[in-house]
């Protein structure tokens, strides 16, 4: 079974530039979560979605946005881009309803994308 | 205070030791608990799920202690291969399931 996949895989822009991120999660799962990783730091929750609809945000400022496609692909936005934006930005594709309430339920991190803000 | 704090490290062992680390939280209504394992430039890997008060599995031991907000995690007989570096993971519940990490615990296993 193919895993979580992101793309690209690297990533240069400059300030005040757009930027789309892409992921598609395992097969049969119905909820992505996005987190933003600074080096040296723990990654952060940018947003949560599970069919189609956002469940949750983040701390994060209104220039992030994200969507979740019919067949459970998400895409993230990021507009307006500012140095501080350079991260690794990790999909999170979440078993069951995305809600971690059996000991089953899990959640499994592609392989990120590196944004780098120049 | 932070939500979900760790020592840094990093933590220096040698081969076959046994190491500790440990993790607190804020939000007492948090409801289940992770640790993950991040080797450098790579994506975060689930090591264990803590749901009730522990977990064993092989080398690895994770207790929950909810009366005093934290989580450990003990790895017996390290290997060279466990050098990576350790995220404890909280996630409370609300109308999302938003998973809040530590920063990390770097440990290194030496020869």
């Known amino acids: 079974d193919a895993g979580v996949t992101q793309s690209p895989t690297h990533l240069i822009k400059t300030r005040g530039q757009h930027v789309t991120l892409r992921c598609s999660p395992i097969s049969g799962h119905k909820s992505v979560s996005w987190y933003q990783q600074v080096l040296g730091q723990g990654p952060q929750f940018i947003f949560q979605y599970y069919e189609k609809e956002e469940r949750g945000r983040g701390n994060f400022p209104d220039r992030f946005s994200a969507r979740q496609f019919p067949n459970y692909s998400s895409e993230l936005n990021v507009n307006a881009l500012l140095l501080g934006d350079s991260a690794l930005y990790l999909c999170?594709?979440?078993?069951?309803?995305?809600?971690?309430?059996?000991?089953?339920?899990?959640?499994?991190f592609g392989p990120g994308t590196r944004l780098t803000v120049l | 205070r932070k939500e979900v704090e760790q020592d840094p490290g990093p933590f220096n062992v040698p081969e076959g030791a046994t190491v500790a680390f440990n993790c607190t939280y804020s939000?007492?209504?948090?409801?289940?608990f992770f640790w993950y394992r991040q080797d450098c430039r790579k994506e975060p890997k689930l090591l264990m799920s803590?749901?009730?008060s522990g977990n064993e599995d092989g080398r690895f031991t994770a207790q929950l202690n909810r009366a005093s907000q934290y989580i450990s995690l003990l790895i017996r007989d390290s290997k060279l291969s466990d050098s990576a570096t350790y995220l404890c993971v909280v996630n409370y519940t609300g109308t999302a399931s938003k998973l809040t990490f530590g920063t990390g615990t770097r440990l290194q296993v030496t020869l």
């Open positions: 999170a594709s979440v078993t069951g309803t995305g809600f971690f309430t059996t000991s089953t339920d899990t959640q499994y």
């Open positions: 803590v749901y009730s």
């Open positions: 939000n007492s209504a948090s409801q289940s």
